[in-house]
């Protein structure tokens, strides 16, 4: 691998990581916000939430900030790479170097690392003054969409940028692994912020879904500010009681089946 702290080929490779991350962003928001938004769901939303689709203002808003993200997100690749080449990290690329049941665990570990990371930070970001410098950009989208993902201030774009690079650097991965979780986070964040639920009905109350963060849940947070600080999982949220009370009702409310007659009711409306 050529030696990414000389100042061009950083900048190279700077710009293929931006490349990477706004790729991904455009195709995994692109693909749920026209699936969900566009088809899947459209009755049950003209039906339901009485929700507008997103306007050219908001798209054109959050698409400025994401792309601002997406280039400290790739700044942050680099010198994560330079760190690994100068021996800084303990990343590694041998899968004979751990067990192999090491590599599910390290993930877990590492989204537990960066749940606890984030949740702290997020709740922090909501002090009055901290708010409006650093977090007010993200909850100018009250109404979020799958765009919503990446749109935030320079500032917490850089506050979220540095966990990982800091978790490797006292905790083993392989690069594979990392690579999962960079993308599983796009994933997560565009889910979160659809505001149409796309988890089944009673998956809120699953031994393994009463933990995981949905739309429902993230949307709650927009509207209501003081509740659902999560990333992934909704554990910090339940042992700190910040978990909105109103959330099983409205996931209830969110995911409840649609009857037949309605529905054609609906389509020929449309």
Do not use: C
């Not at 938004?37 to 507008?52: A, D, Q, V």
């Not at 959050?62 to 990343?91: C, D, H, N, P, R």
């Not at 590599?103 to 960066?114: E, G, T």
């Not at 978790?167 to 392989?174: E, G, N």
């Amino acid at each position: 691998m050529p030696d990414i702290s000389n100042p061009l080929i950083f900048l190279a490779a700077t710009f293929v990581m931006f490349l990477v991350v706004v790729g991904r962003y455009f195709l995994i928001a692109g693909l749920f916000q026209f699936w969900f938004h566009r088809f899947r769901f459209k009755k049950w939303e003209s039906r339901s939430l009485g929700k507008k689709k997103t306007d050219r203002i908001q798209f054109i808003r959050e698409v400025k900030w994401s792309m601002i993200t997406s280039l400290l997100f790739a700044l942050a690749a680099s010198f994560t790479a330079i760190l690994w080449q100068k021996g800084y990290t303990k990343l590694y690329d041998d899968l004979n170097q751990y067990p192999l049941w090491y590599l599910p665990v390290s993930l877990l570990i590492s989204m537990l690392i960066h749940e606890t990371y984030y949740y702290w930070l997020h709740r922090w970001m909501h002090q009055p003054k901290v708010f409006k410098l650093l977090h007010k950009v993200h909850h100018d989208s009250n109404t979020t969409s799958a765009w919503t993902a990446f749109s935030f201030h320079p500032l917490e774009g850089l506050l979220q940028a540095i966990i990982l690079p800091l978790t490797i650097m006292v905790f083993p991965m392989h690069i594979y692994v990392l690579l999962f979780q960079l993308t599983l986070m796009t994933f997560s964040s565009v889910i979160n912020h659809l505001e149409i639920e796309t988890y089944p009905a009673n998956f809120h109350r699953h031994l393994i879904g009463k933990w995981l963060i949905g739309a429902t849940h993230h949307s709650m947070h927009h509207k209501q500010f003081k509740y659902n600080f999560g990333l992934y999982f909704t554990f910090w949220d339940k042992w700190k009681r910040t978990e909105s009370p109103g959330f099983n009702d409205l996931f209830e409310e969110k995911t409840k089946r649609v009857p037949a007659e309605s529905d054609q009711t609906i389509n020929t409306a449309i």
